[in-house]
């Protein structure tokens, strides 16, 4: 242990764990190939049908871009309303500010299913009164989104923002610079990573929210993760196996790229200093 | 621009809008919850004494102590590789840490489905060699749960130790064998305890998760290990009880609310001495 | 006294071609600071005279940079009155005051380069294109950072990093160049450049500068007048010399560099100033004032030594430790009646055969004597 690495027995404890956690990530490739209409494992004939069915039934393909403008609506919204909330936290220091940042984060620590009563609770409500922004209308489900990925942004934005000198601000102030030449000369382009980070992860986080969704649509608004949720409560379709499958390869690729960039980048950097 | 407009445009949008969608519909909620159908506290009343809801809030307690459990353990082994492991080590399971973390949670359940369920490919394989002959039940009860529920909380497990690993002081390591003890000495009496505030963070933040959980309890349970946030989806849209469903959800979130100062005190070690 | 020194002051650098006629002159009234029940300052007045190059010197926690701060308008003074050229501005924010501001550490925009850095000021002022591209080149030849003008702040060292937050802070001609502590993270050397280079900038610009440092020598080195802290208050506030020389308290005196006290007794004025007695002998200062306390002091570089009593002030000591330092040696002395006494005596001047136990007789002229 000391300096050294883990033992044996560790290791062999994480690769158990590394193969439970890849196990039914790959036990879906086989079972996206069955010929059959239900649950099953191929045997003899594997088929392409599911596969076909994600082109061919419309459905697939709306909820997909259903989902995409719900992502990009809730994600700009969130990634907005907490790039000026944490801008406020870190340049005003207010009083409370733990306070504040309590109320920020609220939705992100309940328990899920209470602020998915609560959302429903809310578009229902909003129901009452109009019918744009509403129970199982594509802004009502982008509002509920919103609010649920908003914190998300805040402790991406927040945790960039901790990293910026203090003092360079002070200096822009100290030249007379006003607030918003501060923010869009000083602050801005030094945590423009975090802020592009915060819209991509609000948008996945968009992109797959289900708890949510549930509760606050019914009929009109199928995101992709409502569409695979109908097709696994009760007689599980092999098409959502097909979609998972899909899905896993878009995130493998993604993570491996990202990987391998990052490995290339070292070597030439380690390269670099030798 | 005078401080308080400056407060006031940059932190007024982000509190005026969860204050608006959130504080306020959960006060609508807790009405709810003392009006639905009709004023008063019977509906708490009903939620801690009814004995079905009280077999659902202990069934809920006791999975998520399980999957508080075997999440954290799993966690553990998978941290210490991931931080102390070879390159190579670490490499391979951050990949199997992250691909799963990046998957939706319904992904990931109908994966158990497809390895689990009766016609599952557990079972199929198990019956082709003769090992079997009626197909086990693996999902859709208890077991199916804690599986999917583990397999979906280790990757939150694994960063708050991964963070207490990180900041482990290196020398009080060495001190420990440089005094002659074994590595499995120094395992247990120095680096376990030294990053048991580590463990016990994890521990709550899986906990708290698990809770509130809905999705896989509701796919892998199948309607028949019922948890308590399917309960209150069940109580809104099944069998009518707003009343009801707010009253199960404000208790959650009182008991959830305990449990998340207990963190801060957790994670925020009041004087180190 | 301060009209005589702004005379004195803007004297020196009239008629030069960088003369800064915005040079303004500060005054603080009472200003005090309190975080929650503790004071970090405690009823601080003085006035800056325009075109003063002001030291603010203390130990560490003392209140300089709570004071630096509460002038630039980062912090709001708990009590007091701020005033710029006569206008009351204690209520004034930052941006408006627009003082230039030089931080420790540096505080560059890592996202810009060196050129971009120092037009970020004047581009905030909305000065023409043209006017901004002059001043930049201008300013990047005045601090010698010629052909890094297109560099970030991560391609630079320390000291020419430091030489750019310079240019910045000066480039719009501030009223006022505040300095915190801004040779700190430099070595000894550069220091000492950077050191000639802002008594350098100073001379040229005629800017009010105040520069913040807990190291004496920088203190009494660059600057004008000298304001000593300690504790929240100001202990004294003077030309670097006379805070030396005529330190205005115990303080004062044992924080700048070594020195020797003696409590005398039977002290008493007379007409040269006054006298008293230590251990057996007469001893006497040409200054009377604060001779109640009885506490003479004395500097170690004006004591000087010999092996029988001398004509004058002097006592007898035996000789604690030789510390060779190189160009100085070091004697630590203890009088018969068990009082520690420091010496510096260049090397090269050293009597011979001075050993460790030895007694012998420390002089020093009447008027380097002085009562706290
Ligand atoms: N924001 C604050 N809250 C509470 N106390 C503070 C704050 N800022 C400064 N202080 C206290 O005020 C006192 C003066 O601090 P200040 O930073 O002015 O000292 P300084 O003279 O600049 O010291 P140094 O040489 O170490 O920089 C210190 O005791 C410090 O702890
Ligand atoms: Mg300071």
């Not at chain 2, 994890?202 to 309960?231: D, H, K, N, Q």
Request: hydrophobic share 50%; charged share 15%; proline share 5%.
């Amino acid at each position: 242990m000391s300096g050294g690495r883990p033992g044996r027995l560790a290791a062999l404890i994480a690769a158990l764990v590394a193969v439970f956690l890849l196990m039914p990530l790959i036990a879906v490739i086989p079972v996206s190939f069955t010929p059959n209409r239900y649950l099953s494992v191929p045997s003899g004939a594997w088929s392409l049908r599911h596969y076909r069915d994600l082109i061919t039934n419309p459905g697939w393909g709306q909820a997909v871009w259903l989902s995409i403008r719900i992502g990009l609506l809730s994600s700009v919204v969130a990634t907005t309303l907490a790039l000026f909330f944490s801008l406020g936290i870190w340049m005003l220091r207010p009083r409370f500010a733990t306070v504040l940042m309590g109320i920020a984060l609220l939705p992100m620590v309940a328990p899920p299913v209470v602020s998915a009563l609560t959302l429903y609770f809310l578009l229902v409500s909003l129901s009452q009164f109009n019918s744009v922004v509403a129970y199982d209308t594509l802004p009502g489900v982008a509002l509920a989104h919103a609010v649920m990925i908003a914190p998300f942004a805040v402790v991406l934005i927040t945790v960039a923002l901790a990293q910026v000198d203090r003092r360079i601000d002070l200096a822009a102030r100290a030249m007379g610079a006003g607030v918003l030449t501060r923010v869009t000369r000083v602050i801005l382009p030094n945590i423009r990573f975090g802020v592009l980070t915060a819209f991509f992860l609000t948008f996945v986080l968009s992109w797959e929210e289900i708890g949510v969704t549930i509760f606050v649509t019914s009929v009109n608004v199928i995101t992709l993760p409502r569409m695979m949720w109908m097709g696994l409560r009760d007689n599980i379709d092999p098409a959502i196996a097909a979609i998972s499958v899909v899905l896993i390869v878009i995130v493998v690729t993604v993570i491996l790229a990202k990987t391998a960039v990052q490995i290339l980048q070292r070597r030439r950097s380690a390269r670099k200093t030798a | 621009m005078s401080n308080a407009t400056r407060t006031f445009v940059l932190l007024g949008p982000l509190l005026a809008f969860i204050g608006l969608t959130y504080l306020v519909p959960f006060l609508g909620v807790m009405r709810w919850s003392v009006t639905l159908p009709e004023p008063g506290l019977g509906q708490y009343q009903a939620a801690l004494s009814d004995p079905l809801i009280l077999s659902v809030l202990v069934r809920t307690l006791r999975i998520c102590t399980l999957v508080t459990l075997f999440s954290v353990l799993a966690a553990y082994a998978v941290t210490l590789i991931w931080v102390r492991g070879s390159p190579a080590q670490r490499l391979a399971i951050e990949l199997c840490i992250l691909i799963p973390f990046w998957i939706s949670v319904l992904t990931r359940a109908f994966g158990w489905l497809a390895l689990l369920s009766n016609r599952g490919i557990l079972n199929e394989w198990l019956q082709s060699l003769g090992i079997l002959s009626e197909p086990l039940t693996l999902v859709r009860n208890e077991f199916g749960v804690i599986v999917g529920m583990t397999h979906y909380l280790i990757p939150f497990a694994v960063f708050p130790l991964a963070s207490a690993m990180r900041n482990l002081d290196e020398r009080a390591l060495m001190a420990a064998r440089g005094m002659g003890a074994s590595r499995a000495r120094v395992f247990r009496n120095v680096f376990v305890p030294m990053t048991a505030a580590g463990i016990l963070g994890a521990a709550l933040v899986v906990f708290v998760f698990a809770l509130g959980f809905f999705v896989t309890p509701a796919i892998l349970g199948g309607g028949r290990s019922v948890m308590v946030a399917e309960l209150i989806y069940l109580y809104i849209f099944q069998i009518p009880n707003w009343g009801l469903a707010a009253a199960v959800s404000v208790i959650l979130m009182v008991a959830v609310g305990v449990l998340l100062a207990l963190l801060m005190r957790v994670m925020r070690p009041p004087v180190p001495r | 006294m301060v009209a005589s020194l702004d005379l004195t002051l803007s004297g020196s650098w009239k008629g030069r071609g960088l003369q800064n006629i915005k040079a303004a002159e500060i005054g603080a009234e009472g200003i005090g600071k309190r975080f929650g029940s503790f004071a970090a300052l405690d009823d601080i007045s003085l006035t800056i005279g325009r075109g003063e190059f002001l030291t603010l010197l203390g130990p560490s926690g003392s209140g300089k940079t709570t004071f630096l701060m509460i002038l630039a308008g980062f912090e709001p003074a708990t009590f007091g009155r701020l005033t710029l050229d006569g206008r009351d501005v204690t209520k004034m924010p930052a941006e408006e005051r627009a003082f230039g501001m030089v931080f420790q550490g540096y505080a560059l925009f890592p996202h810009m380069t060196v050129e971009q850095n120092i037009a970020f000021p004047l581009k905030v002022q909305r000065r023409s294109a043209a006017e901004v591209r002059r001043r930049v080149a201008e300013m990047v030849e005045m601090v010698g950072l010629g052909g890094h003008g297109h560099k970030r702040p991560a391609g630079l060292s320390g000291g020419q990093q430091q030489r750019v937050a310079l240019a910045r802070a000066l480039a719009y001609e501030p009223p006022v160049l505040l300095l915190d502590e801004p040779f700190s993270a430099l070595d000894k050397n550069l220091r000492g450049q950077m050191q000639d280079e802002v008594r350098r900038l100073h001379r040229e610009t005629g800017t009010t500068f105040v520069f913040v440092t807990h190291d004496q020598s920088e203190a009494l080195a660059l600057s004008s007048r000298v304001a000593i802290f300690d504790h929240g208050k100001l202990q004294q506030l003077a030309s670097p010399q006379e805070v030396y020389e005529r330190p205005a308290n115990r303080f004062v005196a044992e924080f700048l560099g070594d020195i020797n006290i003696l409590p005398l007794t039977d002290v008493a004025p007379d007409a040269a100033g006054a006298c008293g007695r230590f251990e057996g002998g007469v001893i006497r200062a040409a200054a009377g004032a604060g001779c109640v306390s009885g506490l003479l002091a004395v500097r170690p570089e004006y004591m000087r030594l010999s092996e029988a009593a001398p004509d004058g002030n002097a006592v007898c000591a035996r000789i604690d430790e030789v510390i060779y330092l190189g160009a100085e040696t070091r004697l630590e002395l203890r009088t018969r009646g068990g009082i520690a006494l420091t010496l510096s005596v260049a090397t090269a001047a050293l009597p011979q055969g001075l050993r460790q136990g030895a007694e012998i007789w420390a002089g020093w002229p009447e008027e380097q004597g002085f009562f706290l």
